[in-house]
T-cell receptor
Framework: NAGVMQNPRHLVRRRGQEARLRCSPM?????VYWYRQLPEEGLKFMVY????????ESGMPKERFSAEFPKEGPSILRIQQVVRGDSAAYFC?????????????FGPGTRLTVT | GQSLEQPSEVTAVEGAIVQINCTYQ??????LSWYQQHDGGAPTFLSY??LDGLEETGRFSSFLSRSDSYGYLLLQELQMKDSASYFC????????????WGAGTKLIIKP
């Protein structure tokens, strides 16, 4: 019974490159959330997606960041032209449906380092 | 605006009891969740309160007072493995289905 899977676990990118983070939700879960966390800080909501739909992207920067959750395959968080300030841990979480979104299951995170 | 306040750090002794408080000010409220996160790890769900009162799950209990906009997480018989950060998060059950997160409380346990 696999939990939420994220890959890669660690990602190093040079400034200006693209970062692509993947998240496979728990089996049976159709709701995905992406969060960013800086060291010693709390979770910052970025985007909430359902299959093929972005429900809420109010926490995501308007430029360089995009997210998708296609009908088939994992959810992708894409960061174009990365800058040093993008270095953080990015967590994906999933929930089975909208009625239980208060109980989210988190993946192990992707630690992005921009050099 | 939306805000949740938690102490940034709490220190306790192994075997003791500790309470981590969370006060919230949000437009709309349906319930309060608690999550645990070990250093370098992922947050894990601990509990959820939608009704006033105490919910007990083993050594951990969570309390909610809706009239006071206040909740707490109570950890009993502390073990070293309980050293972690603890986050409260408000569920407003609004159309955005988005939790509002506190900044977290780092719990340090001393032998």
């Amino acid at each position: 019974n696999a939990g939420v899977m994220q890959n890669p676990r660690h990602l190093v990118r040079r400034r200006g490159q693209e970062a692509r983070l993947r998240c496979s939700p728990m089996k049976g879960h159709s709701h995905v959330y992406w969060y960013r966390q800086l060291p010693e800080e709390g979770l910052k909501f970025m985007v909430y997606l359902q299959k093929e739909n972005i429900i809420d992207e109010s926490g995501m920067p308007k430029e360089r960041f995009s997210a998708e959750f296609p009908k088939e395959g994992p959810s992708i968080l894409r960061i174009q032209q990365v800058v040093r300030g993008d270095s953080a841990a990015y967590f994906c979480a999933s929930s089975p449906d909208s009625s239980t979104y208060y109980e989210q299951y988190f993946g192990p995170g992707t630690r992005l380092t921009v050099t | 605006g939306q805000s949740l306040e938690q102490p940034s750090e709490v220190t306790a002794v192994e075997g003791a009891i500790v309470q981590i408080n969370c006060t919230y000010q949000t437009s709309g409220f349906y319930g309060l969740s608690w999550y645990q996160q070990h250093d370098g790890g992922a947050p894990t769900f601990l509990s959820y309160n939608a009704l006033d009162g105490l919910e007990e799950t083993g050594r951990f209990s969570s309390f909610l007072s809706r009239s006071d906009s206040y909740g707490y997480l109570l950890l009993q018989e502390l073990q070293m493995k309980d050293s972690a950060s603890y986050f409260c998060a408000v569920d407003r059950m609004d159309s955005n289905y988005q939790l509002i997160w506190g900044a977290g409380t780092k719990l340090i346990i001393k032998p």
